[in-house]
């Protein structure tokens, strides 16, 4: 703990998981953990929506 309020986590899990559950992205602990459930699926294609990238950007870029 140092005390200071801007610290982020963003944990991005890189392949997505070999189950047919349904994983979201998800801001935890007041919005400043993001988990990413997948960035690249079993064929190693890039999954992220245009709508997940800007909400990744836009909390990576938050001050």
């Known amino acids: 703990m ?31 953990v993001m988990e990413l459930p997948a960035l690249l699926n079993r064929q190693g294609q890039f999954v992220l929506t245009e709508t997940e990238k800007q909400k990744v950007a836009t909390f990576i870029h938050e001050y």
């Open 2 to 32: 140092t005390g200071r309020d801007d610290w982020k986590v963003l944990i991005v899990n890189l392949i997505e998981p070999d189950s047919d559950l349904t994983f979201t992205s998800h801001l935890l602990k007041g919005q400043r």
